[in-house]
Every structure is written in structure tokens, then in C-alpha cells.
């Protein structure tokens, strides 16, 4: 399991706990949505994960919209409170990504962090509006040798630090990858080393509803 690392920039006024299975009010926290494409058409089948944690991210269970492109998640073991110096109600801090074979969301983003009333009494909705995405196909090659590498890799876009589309993924053993359902942008792949830091392996253009191929080639360090 990968965990993610993020730096929030909210303003606590004291710690997070873990969530408790129903909160005051008797009821779980409910967070629900909508995804659709540019006419408004809900759009069935798409992935998705909620991420409890702060500091540290991790998944939690996944759902899929329906025909009408609607989903619904149950927040009772999943997010993080936070408290708002400004406000003594609690907030449950979710994480939210989605995951499909064509299509990506038109803001470009791959992570967002939405707050949900801890104490049950209020439902957040949000509509999210997706566009056909693109892909990257390719092979990362050992530069000595010109073998094919497995490796850790991530692509993003903006800066790794300030991404706006990121994620992570590995190349098979006969260093093929195949990452689908991208958000068009120019991207940076970088590989995902363990003692070695994140060398650069090279950049590339996505554009919605096109495969772009790449050849990649990392050297390690002597």
C-alpha cells in the first residue's frame, strides 16, 4: 500500500483524532456527489476513494457513481478531525480521488480535500464536471545496459510539490507502462526512489483523447 504525503495549509486549532463510528447527532457522516460531463450527462462507473489521515494519507473504501453519475460515502471510519480556530464545531478532513479508463476531471486536479460536518447534521454534496482524458504509453530502459527496468515512477503536472494531476504507478518487468484517464496538461516523470531521491526521466504532452508515447531511460547513480 502506498501512502501519500501532503502539506495542508489549514489553520488548526488543535489536534486531529481518528473518527469515531457515529457522531453526536446518532449519524455517520455523509459525504455525497455527482460526476457529469461538459453537457451535464452523469457519468456511471467511475471510481471513488475517499482518504482518511492528515499529515499522512491513506484509502479508505472505494465506491462507484451510478447511472446517473451520483455517489454516496459513509465517513464513520474514514478522514481526520480538524478544528478551525475560528469555529468550535468540528470538521471531518476527507481526501478525494477518482479513477477512470477515459475521462478526467476539466479542473485538471487529481486530490482534493473537502471538509464534511463531523456531527452528522449536515450533508455535503459537490458536483464534479470530467472530460475525456488522455494516456501515456512507454518504457523505461536501464541506461547502461539498455535492459528494461521495473521501477517506481510518478508523473505530474505543475511542480511535484504544488502538483496539480498526480500519481503515482511502476513499470511491468519488461519496463512497459500504460497510465490512462489523464488530465491534459504537460507532464514531468520523475522515478520514485527508495535511497535515491526523484531523478528526472522526462517530460511529455497529454492532450484529451490521444496516447502519447515515451521512451524513458534512468541512470543510476554510481
Known amino acids: 500500500m502506498r501512502f501519500t504525503f501532503l502539506a495542508l495549509a489549514f489553520t488548526l486549532a488543535s489536534s486531529c483524532t481518528t473518527p469515531t463510528p457515529v457522531e453526536a ?17 452523469g457519468l456511471a462507473g467511475i ?4 482518504h482518511g489521515g492528515l499529515a499522512t494519507r491513506w484509502p479508505c473504501a472505494p465506491t462507484r457513481t451510478d447511472e446517473d453519475g451520483r455517489f454516496e ?16 464545531t468540528a470538521h471531518l478532513l476527507v481526501g478525494l480521488t477518482f479513477s477512470d479508463t477515459t475521462y478526467a476531471c476539466v479542473d485538471g ?7 464534511v460536518p463531523a456531527d452528522g447534521r449536515a450533508r455535503f ?15 523505461v530502459v536501464d541506461g547502461k545496459t539498455g535492459e528494461p527496468l521495473a521501477l517506481g515512477m510518478r508523473l505530474y503536472t505543475g511542480t511535484a510539490g504544488a502538483a496539480g494531476f498526480f500519481r503515482w504507478f511502476e513499470s511491468e518487468s519488461d519496463g512497459r507502462f500504460h497510465e490512462i ?4 496538461g504537460d507532464y514531468t516523470l520523475d522515478g520514485n526512489l527508495i535511497d535515491g531521491g526523484y531523478p528526472l526521466l522526462g517530460r511529455c504532452k497529454v492532450e484529451a483523447g ?10 543510476a547513480r554510481d
Open 181 to 184: 484517464g489523464l488530465a491534459a
Open 25 to 41: 447527532s446518532g449519524r455517520a457522516p455523509m459525504l455525497g456527489g455527482r460526476i457529469v460531463d461538459e453537457t451535464g450527462r
Open 73 to 88: 460515502l459513509s465517513l464513520a471510519e474514514c478522514g481526520a478531525h480538524v478544528w478551525h480556530s475560528d469555529d468550535t
Open 125 to 139: 454534496e459537490r458536483e464534479f464536471v470530467f472530460v475525456p482524458g488522455g494516456a501515456i504509453e512507454g518504457r
Open 109 to 115: 486536479q487529481s486530490w482534493w480535500d473537502v471538509e
Open 47 to 50: 471510481t471513488v476513494m475517499p
Open 210 to 219: 490521444v496516447t502519447t508515447k515515451v521512451e524513458l531511460v534512468f541512470s
